[in-house]
């Protein structure tokens, strides 16, 4: 009776973050959107809701909530789905659909294509084991371990991509210290800027029109062998226009007119911060921006010496910092009833925190690169992407548990290499982070335009 009321709380949590997956595709991805095919729906709500699952089980065995064998069952029985969501059915869907979405092949040829690409794809996902320690073929091909370590890397790297990113850009997008000071006047100079530009293409290209009408009038029987010969250099004999020289000036002014207008944007998106920045929302966001920047020096530095020295924590962040406060500052405090229940604040936070940056993330990718036409097959792609992006949430996170909440994870996840994770994570991180400091430094220097340009 006690595991037939567990699966009842799992299935009933289940269908509610299945529901929620359905309507953050519905209300936020395909807002904008009439063509919802309701495969694809089924296919990117069913994946949400496993993974969520993994945190809540996650959840469950901090504060002791269902039986320990029934914990153990789920953890196993909503990973394997998992990965078979991962494995199996979105990449074959994706497969599909693009092979589909080419109308010259057959029904049938496009099953044996389909089922061809994902063979390849299977091999692909086997063959990442090779350059990495992970577990050989003797641990066997079709089990959970071998999977998730291959899933993992993938998994793996897409977090510390994102982490990187984020760390460096929401501390840059955030204090007002990375504000240029924007005056009115610097706006208006360059629509002026911007508008003689215009003004002088337009004039250039008006006479290049006039001097070709004017060829074509006096030349009717011959157009096209005076169009091959405008690459030359040459003049028309009415007005004296050098065609090939106006042609060049259009060229420089139409590149003149791209930086303006890149500059004129990025002036009012500066002053749009500033006006932000004042707002009440904004001096708080300011403060959080501040608190993050010290969190990215520090875990830049970290990483840093995490690969130089090839380290890996072996304390969760609550047990050494609890540890600290009982030794060395004195505290009388009981251990065992905080270290539970700074955990459970802990894991909650990171999956929150998880659970949205992915969410957001998401929702800015699939609107900058869908259509009507590619919108489906993105949401399977990112729908992979949230399924391997949560099953390596999951193995990272064990790092952030004390010891005897981590044996049920240990136990599922088999015999994997967490350390290499761990260091393959710091690896990637500092790449992502660097990268994003180097290319927001050159973002942000000023695109010149000199009033001589003009003339």
């Avoid at 993050?292 to 520090?298: E, I, L």
Wanted: proline residues 2%.
């Amino acid at each position: 009776m006690a595991f037939l009321g567990d699966c009842v709380i799992v299935f009933v949590s289940q269908m509610i973050f299945f529901a929620g997956g359905w309507l953050f595709f519905n209300k936020e991805l395909f807002k904008h959107y009439e063509i919802r095919h309701i495969s694809v729906q089924l296919i990117f709500s069913s994946t949400f809701a496993l993974s969520i699952t993994m945190f809540e089980l996650i959840i469950f065995e901090i504060i002791d909530v269902l039986e320990s064998s029934s914990r153990y069952f789920h953890w196993r029985l909503g990973l394997t789905l998992l990965l078979f969501m991962t494995t199996a059915v979105i990449p074959i869907y994706i497969c599909y659909s693009v092979i589909h979405s080419i109308s010259f092949f057959s029904d049938r040829w496009v099953r044996i294509l389909t089922t061809i690409c994902w063979f390849v794809f299977l091999y692909g996902l086997w063959r990442i084991g090779e350059p990495f320690p992970l577990l050989s073929a003797s641990h066997g091909i079709f089990t959970i371990e071998q999977v998730v370590s291959r899933i993992s890397v993938i998994g793996v790297t897409v977090m510390a991509i994102l982490s990187g990113f984020g760390a460096v850009n929401y501390p840059y997008t955030s204090m007002t210290y990375f504000i240029k000071p924007v005056s009115r006047n610097d706006i208006i100079c360059f629509e002026r800027r911007l508008a003689l530009t215009v003004d002088m293409l337009t004039a250039k290209k008006r006479r290049i029109a006039l001097a070709v009408y004017n060829h074509n009038k006096l030349h009717p029987a011959k157009p096209r062998i005076w169009e091959m010969l405008t690459s030359a250099v040459q003049r028309n004999t009415n007005n004296g226009e050098d065609i090939n020289q106006l042609k060049q000036e259009v060229y420089g002014l139409e590149e003149l007119l791209r930086s303006v207008f890149l500059e004129l944007s990025s002036l009012k998106n500066m002053e749009e911060r500033q006006r932000w920045s004042q707002t009440l929302k904004g001096k708080y966001f300011n403060v959080l921006g501040h608190f993050f920047s010290v969190y990215c020096v520090y875990k830049i530095f970290m990483c840093c010496i995490n690969i130089i020295f090839d380290r890996v924590g072996r304390k969760d962040p609550v047990t050494r910092g609890l540890e600290i406060a009982i030794h060395w500052c004195g505290f009388d405090i009981d251990f065992a009833f905080w270290n539970q229940y700074i955990s459970f604040l802990l894991v909650g936070c990171i999956v929150v925190t998880s659970i949205r940056g992915l969410l957001l993330t998401l929702t800015k990718f699939f609107y900058r690169i869908s259509s009507s036409k590619s919108s489906n097959i993105i949401v399977l792609i990112l729908g992979q992407i949230m399924g391997m992006y949560f099953c390596s949430s999951v193995l990272l996170m064990r790092m952030n548990m004390p010891a005897e909440y981590r044996v049920i994870i240990t136990e599922v996840l088999g015999n994997l290499h967490f350390n290499f994770y761990h260091r393959w994570f710091d690896v990637i991180f500092l790449v992502s982070a660097l990268t994003t400091i180097i290319v927001l430094y050159l973002s942000r220097k000023p695109v010149r335009v000199d009033d001589s340009d003009l003339h």
